[in-house]
């Protein structure tokens, strides 16, 4: 675990599910999250409020580099219609199994973030992470 190639992210469920269904092949963010980034580990919104995914990226693209059109908010990426400047290619998608509920991240110390946080933060949670299996989906 490299300290800051690996952080935590909040997605809505419909976003994390459009990933995990290929829809959506990009995370868009209005931050670069510092460079280096090589995971992301997702944590689902209510109703599902779990940290359940971990995405592997690409090198972020800076608007206004494009990127391909096809896939949900990229073609809005590429005209510059989206607030968000920072595209982060998704290579992989995996899932946590069992997932890690909010009060169980609540007990490691951690609050999901309303915008990033790097995930060595929590050494707690990162040895709960090595002992869950992780399914990959693509």
Not at 8 to 16: G, N, T, V, Y
Not at 29 to 43: D, E, F, H, N, Q
């Amino acid at each position: 675990l490299q300290m800051n190639s690996e952080i935590l992210i909040s997605l809505k469920p419909q976003f994390a599910e459009a990933i995990r269904t290929g829809k959506k092949n990009h995370e868009f963010r209005k931050y670069p999250m510092g460079g280096g980034v090589v995971k992301l580990w997702i944590y689902v919104t209510k109703p599902v409020a779990e940290l359940k995914y971990v995405a592997q990226v690409g090198e972020v693209v800076t608007f206004p580099t494009q990127i391909i059109n096809e896939g949900m908010g990229n073609r809005e990426f590429n005209t510059g219609m989206k607030k968000a400047h920072y595209a982060f290619p998704i290579v992989h998608f995996d899932e946590i199994v069992p997932a890690i509920p909010l009060a169980d991240l609540k007990k490691y110390g951690c609050m999901p973030p309303q915008s990033f946080m790097y995930l060595a933060r929590f050494p707690l949670l990162v040895q709960r992470l090595g002992e869950r299996k992780i399914n990959r989906i693509f």
